[in-house]
T-cell receptor, first 113, second 115 residues
């Protein structure tokens, strides 16, 4: 089965700093990639997704992610974080045409005001 | 209902007791997932149901864990002879047949504490 690695366990940034959270997966076939976010006290919700086409995907709240097939990566970025971005971020993957979704361990982002 | 419903929201049990956790997915969603979220462990896959297909049980951590999905709707996760390491938040999620149009919808989870 595929696995997902998120290298950063806890990231602390000041407001307006740029963000990049790493995500790598281990599967050689065609994959679908996702980032989910869990704000404090809330349930997980979809941030963005990639199925095909342009490898640079734009999501909600100014987030984007770039799929780099040769690196098996799908890193999440935001040019300027806000305090309200404090949350836990999960990368997830499914194999092509398959709903079986696996998540990474998550990265906790703390943004200092 | 409007979203994925899980019950109970909190469960405290004594070591060695059995517990049942319930998930009521969004009506019409064919895929149902159970995950476990514990501090420092992230989101751990447990089991996945898709329609009438055999479930993917590869994430269940031991034979004390089992899950059923009756009538393609409500699911129950059962943990027998609970251990302290079973303490975690158990999350259920559901999605439609074509996940391209239907991302996972998560419930609020059941917080299980084994004393």
């Amino acid at each position: 089965a595929q696995s997902v690695s998120q290298h950063n366990h806890h990231v602390i940034l000041s407001e307006a700093a740029s963000l990049e959270l790493g995500c790598n997966y281990s599967y050689g076939g065609t994959v679908n990639l996702f980032w989910y976010v869990q704000y404090p006290g809330q349930h997980l919700q979809l941030l963005l997704k990639y199925f095909s086409g342009d490898p640079l995907v734009k999501g909600i709240k100014g987030f984007e992610a770039e799929f780099i097939k040769s690196k098996f990566s799908f890193n999440l970025r935001k040019p300027s974080v806000q305090w309200s971005d404090t949350a836990e971020y999960f990368c997830a993957v499914t194999m092509y045409n398959n709903n079986d979704m696996r998540f990474g361990a998550g990265t906790r982002l703390t943004v200092k005001p | 209902g409007a979203g994925v419903s899980q019950s109970p929201s909190n469960k405290v049990t004594e070591k060695g007791k059995d517990v049942e956790l319930r998930c009521d997915p969004i009506s019409g969603h064919t895929a149902l997932y159970w995950y476990r979220q514990s501090l420092g462990q992230g989101l751990e896959f447990l089991i996945y149901f898709q329609g009438n297909s055999a479930p993917d049980k590869s994430g269940l951590p031991s034979d004390r864990f089992s899950a059923e999905r009756t009538g393609g709707s409500v699911s129950t996760l059962t943990i027998q002879r609970t251990q302290q390491e079973d303490s975690a938040v158990y999350l259920c999620a559901s999605s439609g047949r074509d996940f391209r149009d239907s991302p996972l919808h998560f419930g609020n989870g059941t917080r299980l504490t084994v004393t």
